[in-house]
């Protein structure tokens, strides 16, 4: 199993900021040590012209769900969940009602990612999620004891399958940016996309929405190639293990 680091991307986002630079330069350790990526899905899409209507219709696309796993001083943080587990155990993944819909397969659980770094789901802190379609949401349950960071417009979107979350667990309802280790290393908040708040709309695909936020999905497809220029952005060591 070969984990790397890539950009965070979704209506809830990680940053670090800028004053990081100069704590760096003066020789402080910075928070944020590590980043790690999984494989929590792989996916075939049957048409993405639901995504967006009259354009490449009839046209597949292959989806990488990924998680990511950032190793801070003060703790574990995950982000992201990806798609059950229990598809793992299903030979032929995961067919949609729907043919245009996503295909899921899972090649390896969650659970098993973690323990291959020596992690159980209670080590892990917080739990952020960056919306709350089933391939974000779909191993939240894993992590009963953790903080669930989550925007409170995505934690209280009605759904028709009813509540995503249990009223058990543990959780922070965000309406915007979140310091999330209390020392600006690294925050989650609300993602801007050309000005506009896109927490609602994007995330659950309503109207113009819609096509934001499969570009938003999209758009983590393409970052898989830039681990270099994420580890930059986040100030971690690159930490590739290979199994």
Not at 19 to 39: H, W
Not at 85 to 108: C, E, L, N, V, Y
Not at 110 to 119: D, P, S, V
Not at 122 to 131: C, F, L, N, T
């Amino acid at each position: 199993m070969k984990f790397t680091p890539i950009l965070l991307a979704g209506a809830l986002s990680l940053a670090v900021s800028p004053g990081t630079d100069s704590a760096l330069a003066q020789g402080s350790k910075p928070g944020v040590e590590r980043l790690y990526i999984f494989n929590c899905g792989e996916g075939r899409a049957g048409d993405i012209s639901r995504w967006s209507p009259g354009v490449n219709e009839g046209k597949s696309m292959d989806f990488v769900d990924s998680c990511y796993l950032i190793k801070h001083a003060q703790g574990w943080l995950l982000w992201d969940t990806g798609v059950a587990d229990a598809i793992a155990a299903m030979p032929d993944g995961q067919a949609p009602s729907d043919p245009r819909a996503t295909h899921w397969r899972r090649p390896k659980t969650l659970a098993a990612q973690l323990e291959q770094l020596g992690l159980k789901p209670s080590d892990i802190k917080y739990v952020a999620v960056s919306h709350t379609h089933p391939d974000h949401i779909g191993n939240v349950t894993l992590f009963p004891q953790s903080m669930l960071l989550v925007q409170k417009a995505e934690y209280d979107w009605p759904s028709p399958l009813g509540p995503r979350f249990k009223p058990e667990q543990p959780a922070t309802k965000l309406d915007g940016d979140h310091d999330v280790f209390g020392e600006t290393s690294a925050r989650a908040g609300a993602e801007r996309r050309q000005g506009q708040d896109n927490r609602l709309d994007a995330a659950h695909g309503r109207g113009d929405g819609e096509r934001e936020g499969a570009a938003l999905d999209q758009s983590r497809q393409s970052a898989t190639r830039r681990p270099k220029a994420v580890a930059r952005i986040l100030r971690v060591r690159l930490h590739v293990p290979t199994w």
